[in-house]
């Protein structure tokens, strides 16, 4: 399952490990519309695997498809490498994460003892839980612990970056891709033109050092408090996960409200418009040596060459694999 030597081993579950029987189960639950309340809507209603699980939607519709989610939808690849969940990171195991959509009046909306009791009413439920867990008995805790397992085998890792990185080709030298990837990998010093990208976008996986949350210069007063919300510490307001960049070309609106439709103002907000003077911004961000007012101020062709490399991140094995395809 691990993609490629640039990425970490895969971490051990002790408490529960993949088996064949689990992920398929899970798999099943992922797409299961009875564990919403209305059972309209499945975990896979959100997470699209065509949009790299996520939905195309600034904020997410729940179920009931009247008031939208404060945030943005999350893709789920390479999450098995992840210790915090979300854009606050409040979740810090699958197996707990999972049931917080279920049960979230503006997502499924629905306990998720009243999905179990329904699930066992399922005729193929039961022998495929005596299949992964020994018993035919449906729990809260093996539902949590079968959609944590389909959900960990979700690795992408055979984008043209990944070809690049292993043996030299899916981009081109000199080309706007190589330019991009220069630049995004680039920290900016006098006479160094580099856009940062890389602080909070880490290779492999392209999304948050482990536990690290950031305040990226939206705003300068936080409607949501991001990190803060969880930890309660002044120091964390507005602070977010960086999300992954991998397939970041189908996961648009971007940023945790979704307020971005398209790269393009992605980069011209780390450009040209970040809030300087925004509590608690990134030290990457605060002061940049491309420019003498402090802002990054990357060309046009520096942001074109960008939006380059990161459309070869797109892992289209990933986006059309049958095995994270909804059943049937």
């Given amino acids: 399952?691990?993609?490629?030597?640039?990425?970490?081993?895969?971490?051990?579950?002790?408490d529960n490990p993949l088996t064949v029987e689990g992920v398929e189960l899970g798999r099943h639950l992922f797409y299961e519309k009875q564990l919403s309340g209305n059972g309209t809507q499945s975990c896979g209603s959100c997470h699209q695997q065509s949009k790299a699980f996520?939905?195309?939607?600034?904020?997410?519709?729940?179920?009931?498809?009247r008031q939208p989610h404060p945030r943005n939808t999350m893709g789920l690849a390479n999450i098995i490498w992840d210790t915090h969940?979300?854009?606050?990171?409040?979740?810090?195991?699958?197996?707990?994460?999972?049931?917080?959509?279920?049960?979230?009046?503006?997502?499924?909306?629905q306990s998720l003892a009243a999905g179990v009791r329904k699930l066992q009413q399922l005729a193929k439920y039961p022998p495929m839980f005596r299949k992964a867990f020994g018993s035919s008995t449906i729990t809260e805790d093996n539902v949590l612990k079968?959609?944590?397992?389909?959900?960990r085998t979700m690795v992408s890792g055979n984008s043209r970056y990944d070809q690049y990185l292993l043996n030299r080709t899916g981009i081109l030298p000199g080309s706007d891709e190589e330019?991009?990837?220069?630049l995004f990998n680039t920290h900016a010093v006098p006479g160094v033109r580099g856009a940062e990208c890389f602080h909070c976008h880490v290779t492999p996986t392209l999304s948050s050092p482990r536990g690290q949350f950031f305040n990226n210069g939206l705003d300068l007063t936080f409607t949501d408090a991001g990190r803060g919300r969880v930890t309660g510490l002044a120091s964390d307001m507005g602070k977010f996960k960086a999300p992954s960049l991998r397939?970041?070309?189908?996961?648009?609106?971007?940023?945790?409200?979704?307020?971005?439709?398209?790269?393009?103002?992605?980069?011209?907000?780390?450009?040209?418009?970040?809030?300087?003077?925004?509590?608690?911004?990134?030290?990457?961000?605060?002061?940049?040596?491309?420019?003498?007012?402090?802002?990054?101020?990357?060309?046009?062709?520096?942001?074109?060459?960008?939006?380059?490399?990161?459309?070869?991140?797109?892992?289209?094995?990933?986006?059309?694999?049958?095995r994270f395809a909804a059943p049937n």
Avoid: C
């Fill in 1 to 14: 399952m691990r993609p490629n030597r640039f990425f970490p081993a895969i971490p051990d579950t002790p």
């Fill in 54 to 65: 996520t939905d195309g939607r600034a904020r997410a519709l729940g179920a009931d498809g």
């Fill in 85 to 109: 969940f979300t854009w606050d990171g409040a979740d810090t195991r699958l197996e707990q994460q999972a049931r917080t959509p279920i049960e979230n009046p503006l997502e499924m909306h």
């Fill in 146 to 151: 079968a959609l944590a397992q389909f959900e």
């Fill in 179 to 182: 330019k991009g990837m220069i």
């Fill in 247 to 322: 397939n970041v070309a189908l996961t648009a609106p971007y940023m945790h409200d979704g307020r971005f439709q398209t790269l393009e103002q992605v980069l011209d907000h780390y450009s040209d418009n970040l809030q300087l003077q925004s509590p608690n911004l990134d030290v990457s961000l605060a002061s940049s040596p491309n420019h003498p007012s402090g802002r990054m101020r990357l060309t046009p062709d520096e942001k074109r060459q960008i939006i380059a490399f990161l459309r070869t991140l797109t892992d289209s094995t990933f986006v059309n694999d049958p």
